[in-house]
């Protein structure tokens, strides 16, 4: 299901709010690109661009921390780095698949399972990259999935009381 953008997701600052929602709509694309194998190259288009904008928001999410002397600084930069490490990971897996001749079954077995909130939990709880064993479609999306929400509506809404005392602009 598309997660809809609401304004309770604001952190104040309508730039990073403008990155947080074209982050949402590349999840919820590659969500929906992962309904029909016929989308592959949609897929990997937006898993490259997921990645690649991450890194740019987060880039661009530091500056404005330390130009605001962001107190949790270090903390969410620590944050940051895990999420794109464990980005490069699932991007990786994607890829691989994505080139793989099991991709067309990959997507109709996906199609037909959801992923457990335990399933998740584990998953979270494990380091992914220390594990061999490739992580399947559902589970890959359902990591994307938790990691966009809960640092878009967890980590960085710790943001919003500094930056409700400026412009809402400011960069």
């Known amino acids: 299901m598309s997660i809809i953008w609401r304004k309770q997701m ?3 600052n309508s730039i990073i709010d403008d990155q947080h929602r074209y982050l949402l709509c590349l999840m919820n694309t ?4 992962l309904r029909d194998a016929a989308n592959k190259d949609i897929l990997k288009s937006a898993i490259e661009q ?3 904008y991450t890194a740019y928001h ?3 999410e530091e500056r404005v921390q ?3 002397k962001f107190p949790s600084q270090m903390d ?4 940051h780095q895990r999420i794109l490490a464990d980005l ?3 991007k990786a897996q994607l890829d691989n698949l994505l080139h793989s001749d099991n991709f067309d079954s990959a997507v109709e077995e996906a199609a037909n399972k959801e992923i457990s909130d335990s399933e998740l939990n584990a998953l979270l709880e494990d380091d992914i990259g220390s594990s061999n064993q490739p992580l399947d479609l559902n589970q890959l999306t359902a990591l994307v999935r938790h990691w966009v929400i809960d640092h878009v509506l967890g980590d960085d809404m710790k ?7 400026l412009p809402s602009n400011f960069s």
């Not at 590659?30 to 690109?33: K, P, T, Y």
């Not at 943001?159 to 005392?165: D, G």
Request: charged content about 30%; glycine content about 4%; overall charge positive.
């Open 30 to 33: 590659i969500e929906l690109a």
């Open 66 to 68: 330390t130009k605001m």
């Open 88 to 90: 490069k990971i699932i």
């Open 10 to 12: 604001s952190v104040g």
């Open 76 to 79: 969410h930069k620590i944050e």
């Open 58 to 60: 987060f880039d661009f």
């Open 50 to 52: 997921l990645f690649e």
């Open 159 to 165: 943001m919003k009381p500094y930056l409700s005392k």
